[in-house]
């Protein structure tokens, strides 16, 4: 690994095809290059400190080099343990910005959790002025850093650390006893990715905890129905294809949760040839899968003949050790939804009811006495970010663009401690930048058309609960 001054990546000699990557990526992600032009010569973030906990991908680079061309100050970990494109972050830790990253792929959590204080702890003392965060990640870090310094059990909240996690909390209070309520003092605030996290930042205000106001991205419109959907109908079936490059079409697919990921999934899935099997918990989505044409049932009637099966809920315990057990030989199982939690590997693990033999990097055969096996993918943790690349970049452009946008507000006014979503005037900016790319014409009211229907010329053209 390369550790010098202040970063952590696999190898610096990848910087140049990182560059490569990362200049291609450029050109498919208009919503991005648009804001570096309109709002660089303002620089909206000048001086601003933002720690990032994102998966540290190509297009997570175009990201952080944005934030700098407005002015931020950045320093950034990897969200993930094996989601990190090692050319990628060592093309920022080598590039003109010299950006302190941390992070590549195949980490442990220790390493994970470590990188992750990396990125929290800047040089001089003083900590982020605002956070861009992924799964609430850095944000549960200083809130548990805050609660152990004050000798008070977080777990009240719901919402708990990895014990590496934790250790790192440790670790730095030893070093210095105010370190966590001093970086949380003065966090002005975060921009949160993804479903999971933003659930969690909700769960935290709820419980009047929370420690400093936060934007969910992922609410924007232009993020959670692109990103989760149309970036996931995309990203599954390459993770699938680079990690056993089975054949799809013609087998039986399962499907567990029909939110926005989940909808992206069954439509992929379904496009390559596949019978899709839907399983929910909440009746509007169900139907919203019958409607769909999807057959909608439970794990437990598909199970031992499913070929193919994906979670996509964002919650704990959905495929268990004993359905693993259950399932035919050489079922491919991976996760789509954020925690690594939906798939109980570490059940199977404990049970010592299957053997793990690795086929390659991100995929294992788990063996059981009768010499049946299925296939784990990415031991449970994102199979799109784990055994593929994630999200194609122009995907990304709509859910990033939203990010800077965050990153601006947050930046522009003290907001009072809470959990808000960007306006929709904002929203409808981020996709009137990613339209020309495709080639979309977009119609304008006429001014007799807009008065007659009270609607702006300029938008915003729907009211907040829209639906889409
Ligand atoms: P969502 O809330 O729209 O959908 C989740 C669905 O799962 C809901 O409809 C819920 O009713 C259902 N569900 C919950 N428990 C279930 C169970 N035990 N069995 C069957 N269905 C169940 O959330 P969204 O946006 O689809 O995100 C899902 C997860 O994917 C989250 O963890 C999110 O953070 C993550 N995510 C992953 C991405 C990726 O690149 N792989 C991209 C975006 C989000």
Redesign the pocket.
């Known amino acids: 690994r390369s550790y010098r001054d202040d970063f952590a990546v696999a190898d610096l000699g990848l910087a140049s095809a990182g560059r490569r990557a990362i200049l291609l990526a450029e050109h498919e992600m208009p919503g991005l290059m648009a804001l570096r032009t309109e709002m660089g010569p303002r620089q909206p973030l000048a001086g601003v400190r933002i720690t990032g906990f994102l998966h540290l991908t190509v297009q997570t680079a175009v990201l952080v080099e944005t934030l700098i061309a407005l002015g931020a100050q950045v320093r950034w970990a990897g969200s993930h343990q094996d989601s990190a494109q090692d050319d990628a972050a060592a093309a920022l830790a080598a590039g003109p910005h010299r950006v302190p990253v941390f992070g590549w792929k195949g980490q442990s959590r220790r390493e994970l959790w470590s990188s992750a204080g990396s990125a929290l702890a800047w040089p001089d003392g003083r900590g982020p002025d605002l956070l861009l965060d992924d799964?609430a990640g850095m944000t549960l870090l200083l809130h548990h850093g805050v609660a152990r310094e004050k000798g008070e059990d977080p777990s009240p909240y719901g919402v708990g650390l990895p014990a590496e996690a934790l250790a790192l909390i440790d670790e730095f209070r030893e070093k210095d006893p105010a370190f966590w309520s001093r970086t949380a003092a003065a966090v002005r605030g975060v921009s949160e990715e993804?479903?999971?996290?933003a659930h969690y930042l909700h769960q935290l205000a709820d419980a009047g905890a929370l420690l400093f106001p936060a934007i969910s991205v992922?609410d924007s419109v232009t993020k959670?129905k692109f990103?989760?959907r149309y970036?996931?109908r995309h990203?599954l079936i390459d993770g699938l294809n680079r990690a056993t490059d089975a054949l799809i079409g013609g087998k039986l697919a399962i499907v567990?949760?029909?939110?926005?990921?989940?909808?992206g999934c069954a439509d992929a899935l379904r496009a390559q040839g596949a019978r899709v099997v839907v399983?929910?918990?909440?009746p509007i989505?169900a139907l919203q899968a019958a409607m769909d044409g999807y057959q909608v049932s439970v794990?437990d009637r598909f199970l031992e003949e499913a070929n193919i099966v994906v979670t996509?809920?964002?919650?704990p315990?959905?495929v268990t050790a004993a359905h693993l057990a259950r399932m035919r030989h050489q079922a491919i199982v991976g996760n789509?939804?954020?925690?690594d939690a939906e798939i109980d590997v570490t059940g199977l693990e404990q049970a010592g009811i299957a053997t793990r033999v690795p086929v390659k990097p991100q995929v294992d055969e788990w063996v059981f006495p009768d010499g049946h096996s299925v296939i784990v993918l990415s031991e449970g943790r994102?199979?799109?970010?784990g055994n593929a690349t994630?999200?194609p970049s122009f995907v990304m452009s709509t859910s990033f663009s939203n990010q800077v946008l965050a990153q601006i507000e947050l930046n522009s006014r003290d907001r009072p401690i809470g959990v808000s979503t960007l306006p929709k005037l904002l929203d409808e900016r981020v996709a009137r930048l990613h339209l020309a790319h495709l080639g979309a014409e977009l119609t304008t009211l006429t001014q007799e058309q807009s008065r007659r229907q009270g609607i702006p010329v300029a938008g915003p053209y729907k009211p907040d609960h829209y639906r889409y």
């Open positions: 799964g993804t479903t999971t996290g992922n959670s990103d989760n970036g996931c990203s567990c949760g029909y939110g926005d990921v989940g909808k399983t929910e918990i909440d989505c794990l996509t809920t964002g919650g315990g959905v789509m939804g954020h925690f994102l199979l799109n970010l994630g999200h």
